[in-house]
């Protein structure tokens, strides 16, 4: 029999047991990052917190313990959906992502190298266009270095437990109502996108940034249920934030404020920009994913099996 990720043959599958699991995820999700942030409070509430200059009564994070306590919520809350998954799903948590026995690491690792090499090219063409936009960020080299460190240790659990939620349970979930690969992305980037409307990034021009993270939505699920693979879209995906994390600043970003190694006073968002780094850009991705999907097809198990 011909199995994809979607479709999973065995465990607990209804509809409403999904949509309860979906839910559930997110809640978990944002519950894991509130707890950590409110065990901090309790415990240490004058190490990490600074006030705002032009208001003392407001306090907030330090960008930099903000970033790893953030992650360390989202690596609990990964934990609690894993063992959710066998719980609620009556199945192991990686049948979410593959239909396979295991991930493929070998696809992940080529998505997230090929994905940041584009990011690469694509910076270093804007750099040599508007170098004056450019700063260098670096005060203390082994600051970036721990930094890098830790970026590279804690971003793929950001990344692949969203990649678990969305293009896992929720790509299941719609599949109970509609195979179509088009269908499916649309509503899941849809959903995807919207979730980053509250990022600061939507400062910088609300139309093509929240159209950007759309686009993006539907291009990783589109390829994930194309070629029964989320691997591709778990590595596009770290690739992005680890690349952000490391290389780009500025004022109105996720990683405001962090010790990246450049800071960008990046321009509003147009036309040109969401069409050249959104629809151009992941439309040379999606080629290339399409080309190495095929290409390794020869050595994919005769159960898998592409829309």
Not at 8 to 19: F, H, I, T, V
Not at 135 to 144: H, K, M
Not at 154 to 177: C, D, H, M, N, S
Not at 184 to 189: E, H, R, T
Request: charged letters at 10%; a neutral charge; aromatic letters at 16%.
């Amino acid at each position: 029999m011909m199995k994809h990720y979607m479709l999973p043959p065995y465990g607990k599958n209804g509809w409403l047991r999904l949509l309860i699991f979906f839910v559930l995820a997110n809640i978990i999700m944002i519950a894991g990052v509130l707890v950590v942030l409110l065990a901090v409070t309790v415990i240490a509430p004058d190490t990490y917190f600074i006030s705002d200059i032009n208001d003392p009564r407001l306090i907030s994070l330090q960008p930099l313990p903000y970033f790893v306590l953030e992650h360390l919520g989202l690596l609990i809350a990964f934990v609690v959906l894993a063992f959710c998954t066998k719980w609620l799903l009556k199945r192991p948590w990686y049948t979410v992502l593959t239909s396979r026995t295991r991930l493929d690491v070998k696809k992940m690792a080529w998505a997230f190298a090929v994905f940041f090499g584009l990011l690469g090219a694509v910076q270093l063409i804007d750099y040599f266009l508007h170098s004056e936009s450019y700063t260098f960020n670096v005060d203390s080299w082994g600051t970036y270095i721990a930094f890098a460190c830790l970026v590279l240790l804690l971003v793929p659990i950001q990344t692949t437990l969203e990649e678990f939620i969305y293009r896992g349970i929720g790509v299941q979930l719609i599949a109970k109502f509609t195979r179509q690969p088009v269908m499916i992305a649309l509503v899941m980037g849809g959903i995807f996108g919207a979730l980053h409307f509250g990022n600061p990034e939507m400062n910088m021009g609300a139309l093509w940034i929240g159209l950007d993270y759309i686009t993006v939505g539907f291009f990783l699920t589109y390829m994930s249920v194309k070629f029964n693979a989320t691997e591709y879209a778990i590595g596009a995906h770290a690739a992005n934030n680890i690349f952000l994390y490391l290389f780009i600043t500025s004022d109105d970003v996720v990683g405001a404020n962090l010790p990246s190694l450049l800071y960008v006073d990046i321009s509003d968002a147009t036309f040109m920009s969401f069409f050249v780094y959104t629809l151009l850009f992941n439309s040379v991705f999606y080629v290339l994913v399409r080309w190495h999907a095929y290409r390794t097809r020869q050595s994919l198990s005769q159960h898998d099996v592409y829309l």
